[in-house]
């Protein structure tokens, strides 16, 4: 069955990078997917990446993804105080018509 | 402006009472969905649709219920069937077209419901 796993919280200081991580499990995987949710908000895509894809860059946003790991990542560059908001890495499979979420990753960003 | 709109954005309900939760879409997506969002939990999905007429059960449809009549409407109900409804409710929408199709959803800006 689909799982996807991410880590709940990540500190890090404005200027530094940022690395946010995910697995996930069902190795039928075609898109995945990057989600940003503010306070109280809905979620607003950031980036996605096609499952024969190794990596995806986007300003400052960088995508890593290991398929043989099942190992998804997503790097923000010069991390600002504005990208303080709770990640969401999602899959799309093939024989699932939802998107599959993961638990949420809270950044803060500390100035 | 083309979008998704959700409401209420806050709702109070006493244990026993249904209620219903209203998402609209002028998008022309075929596709749209329901999910539950608990903190730590990330987004469940509870049911989706993806033409009129039709939709189906997500993970946690039990003592929930939808229709979708119009193409552009998919409102939710909470029934007293639901054990813990208390949560904030996330409505999307997608396409169903050919390539290029991402899969990508479209989310409203949510609605928080609070069972007293």
């Known amino acids: 069955g689909e799982d996807v796993e991410q880590s709940l919280f990540l500190s890090v200081r404005e200027g530094d990078s940022s690395v946010i991580n995910c697995t996930y499990t069902d190795s039928s995987s075609t898109y995945l997917y990057w989600y940003k949710q503010e306070p109280g908000a809905g979620l607003q895509l950031l980036t996605y990446i096609f499952s024969n894809m190794d990596m995806k860059q986007d300003q400052r946003l960088t995508v890593l993804l290991n398929k043989k790991d099942k190992h998804l990542s997503l790097r923000i560059a010069d991390t600002q105080t504005g990208d303080s908001a709770i990640y969401f890495c999602?899959?799309?499979?093939?024989?699932?018509?939802?998107?599959?979420f993961g638990s949420g990753t809270r950044l803060q960003v500390q100035p | 402006d083309g979008g998704i709109t959700q409401s209420p954005k806050y709702l109070f309900r006493k244990e026993g009472q249904n209620v219903t939760l209203s998402c609209e879409q002028n998008l022309n997506h075929d596709a749209m969905y329901w999910y539950r969002q608990d903190p730590g939990q990330g987004l469940r999905l509870i049911y989706y649709?993806?033409?009129?007429?039709?939709?189906q059960k997500g993970d946690i449809a039990e003592g929930y219920s939808v229709s979708r009549e119009k193409k552009e409407s998919f409102p939710l109900t909470v029934t007293s069937a639901q054990k813990n409804p208390t949560a904030f409710y996330l409505c999307?929408?997608?396409?169903?077209?050919?390539?290029?199709?991402?899969?990508?959803?479209?989310f409203g800006e949510g609605s928080r419901l609070t069972v007293l």
């Open positions: 649709s993806q033409i009129v007429n039709d939709f």
């Open positions: 999307a929408s997608s396409t169903r077209g050919t390539s290029p199709n991402t899969g990508e959803l479209f």
């Open positions: 999602a899959e799309k499979t093939a024989g699932r018509r939802a998107l599959t």
